[in-house]
């Protein structure tokens, strides 16, 4: 089974990268406020997920550089079970601008949020 997850994993990982999606474009003020914005946000995942995939083909579409952090590296897997509550990726920290963290799981209300907010 772990072979047949590592192989489907590549294989994903290679259909990711022959097929990329092309970033918007916009202004460079406009750029900046984005990326000011985005500074916010950390995507915790995994690299072969699907549906971490999914979100970060968003990310790469909305032209968000979004900070991802590998969920199998200690630190950051200690940050998301002791503050997000559970191991589960994809997994969206946002940093609100009062301070307050609020953590975001499910891939498709991740995309949502990255549209709604940033296209």
Request: proline share 4%; glycine share 4%; hydrophobic share 40%.
């Amino acid at each position: 089974m772990k072979v047949i997850r590592w192989s489907l994993g590549r294989l994903i990982l290679l259909l990711n990268f022959i097929f990329s999606p092309t970033s918007m474009k916009r202004k460079n003020e406009e750029q900046e406020t984005v990326n000011q914005a985005v500074s916010k946000l950390k995507l915790y995942q995994f690299a072969a997920c699907p549906f971490c995939v999914k979100v970060r083909r968003t990310a790469k579409r909305l032209n968000l550089p979004l900070e991802a952090r590998d969920a199998k590296v200690s630190p950051w897997e200690q940050e998301l079970l002791n503050e997000g509550g559970k191991r589960k990726v994809p997994c969206l920290r946002i940093e609100k601008a009062n301070g307050d963290v609020q953590w975001m799981y499910e891939s498709n209300d991740i995309i949502t949020y990255l549209e709604n907010r940033f296209a």
